[in-house]
């Protein structure tokens, strides 16, 4: 019964939405069926997808790199997560490119965002926060 919350919560959701991977191992299929060929399996829970479309108890996928997929809805989380793309980059202590650096993330490092505003989004990698610019970030 656990799995009936969150797919009825998804469903009501207008798309595209931002998800992220809810489990350690989660495999992406060409189509929405157990029975179709498996094309990426995923090993990082929390990394940030975007959802395209539904069909059932399916979820049409993109991830980062912008492959796209089928993923059983009850492997996918509505927590909002992001990874840091490009280069290393600055988390601010404010929204504000002038503000004093908090922390630096290389890329692929992937954290949770609460807020986001005007190009910002606070930033959080296992309890330590900073604001990055939404243009250096996937999953905002």
């Not at 949770?112 to 905002?140: M, P, Y």
């Amino acid at each position: 019964m656990a799995a009936v919350g969150p797919v009825a919560a998804q469903s009501d959701v207008a798309l595209p939405y931002w998800a992220s991977i809810s489990v350690d191992e989660a495999r992406m299929r060409k189509g929405p069926s157990p029975d179709v060929p498996v094309i990426w399996e995923y090993r990082r829970k929390d990394l940030p997808v975007k959802v395209i479309a539904r069909f059932e108890t399916w979820r049409k996928i993109e991830d980062p790199d912008g492959t796209q997929g089928w993923m059983a809805a009850r492997l996918l989380s509505r927590t909002r997560t992001a990874i840091v793309t490009g280069q290393v980059r600055a988390m601010r202590k404010e929204p504000s490119a002038s503000a004093a650096v908090a922390f630096r993330a290389e890329p692929g490092v992937v954290g949770k965002i609460t807020e986001c505003a005007d190009g910002w989004c606070l930033f959080d990698v296992k309890g330590r926060k900073g604001w990055s610019q939404t243009d250096h970030i996937w999953g905002d």
